[in-house]
């Protein structure tokens, strides 16, 4: 196992401080453009158009890194997502920030493609889940490692946005010195919505649905907390403990899924997420106490969604086709995560900030109602004969990508590079 490690511990540490440079940019820019007095529907922008940039990136960065090659496709992005945080903090202007963050999410899609090529090539049969299960704990470490930097900066210089440019310029090192050799090209995943709908109509509609709802929370959270009366500090420790709450929670869940109807175990961590919601939106609690804690609840369950309705989806699919089911239904969720803040911005500006649980208790119900609905059209695949539950990163801490796909369902993908069908990957 330390055999296998090894090579990748340089790779690994560069990730930890990209990880940690995107959790501060993402939670730096709402609550520095709330303190700005920026509208509700323009901060909603800055989630949908990173949503946008990281799904055009998905499809295209794997032929920019086909043509430089690996590390200076890295150096490149990573470059730019430097070079934007910086001029985020010497730029304050909301439509310099909303074009600003298109390309933003386009580079990092390039960007974690990748790591996460890089990681898959370097794994073994034997440790590809320690090498899998390690990403996945680095990258929760920084992205909440970076939402932690806000309480000890002032948002109002550009401190906080420098200290972004410096964990940028950190991550490019381990690629850029190493002399390992570069893994093989990205593959492209031949993609058919109609043929992932026939496999799986609860994984198509419920993964839409997710993406709606996270995207909404994840652009509009700190701006509902800074609404709501939230402290810098207290912000960053909600938006944190949402995304520890659901890496908890996942476990348990999955396990569960793996012995029961998934769509059973899909409707109701929808409908605890419903109902937390609602809570939040009726009530509308400000003892900074009781709100984080509600908010908890909401992300514990919330953020169970994505790996259960991807582990749905494998089980009505041949092995050879997990990434592509996969891929597929991470495009769904990309779109998702598109509509979601350009809904939300909107209502939050005519309601108020509480809305934005009401939007994500109507996605989750709609969620929670269609997985029971399909649960009396079609059986459930016997436990004994379902592909097993693979833990997944947290929504919130980044957008999962289709080389991500590949490491947690190690199966060849027979497609060519050069295909000209449409690709995600």
Known sequence: MKRNLLPVLALLFGTLFLFMGNGLHSLLLPVRGTAEGYATTTLGLLGTTWATGFVLGCLTAPKIVRRVGHVRAFSGFVSVIAIIA?????????????????????????????IESWLNERATNESRGAIFSLYIGI????????????????????????????????????????NAASPKPLKAIKLDLRALYRNSPVSCIGILLVGIANGAYGTLGAVFGASAGLSEG????????????????????????????RRYVLAIMAMIAAIDGLLLFLFQPTTPYLLISLVIVYGAAANTLYPITVAHANDFASPEDYVKVSGGLLLLYGIGTIIGPTLSGPIMSDI?????????????????????????QRAAIPAGDRDAYTNMPSANAQMITPES???????????EPDDPAVNYG
């Open 86 to 114: 910086l001029l985020t903090g010497l730029i304050i202007d909301s439509t310099w920030w909303v074009i600003l963050r298109a390309v933003t999410g386009f580079c990092t899609a390039g960007t974690s493609m990748i």
């Open 139 to 178: 990258t929760l470490m920084g992205a909440v490692g970076g939402q932690m930097m806000i309480p000890f900066g002032d948002i109002h210089t550009p401190m906080l946005f420098m200290v972004c440019g410096i964990c940028y310029c950190i991550a490019m090192l381990p690629t850029t010195l190493s």
């Open 234 to 261: 207290n912000i960053a420790i909600m938006m944190s403990s949402t995304i520890f709450a659901g890496a908890i929670m996942q476990l348990p869940a999955g396990r569960l899924s793996d012995r029961i109807d």
């Open 352 to 376: 108020g900030p509480y809305s934005l649980f009401l939007i994500t208790a109507v996605a989750h119900v709609a969620i929670s109602s269609y997985s029971m609905f399909r649960s009396r």
């Open 405 to 415: 796909m590949s490491m947690a369902n190690p199966t060849d993908i027979a497609s």
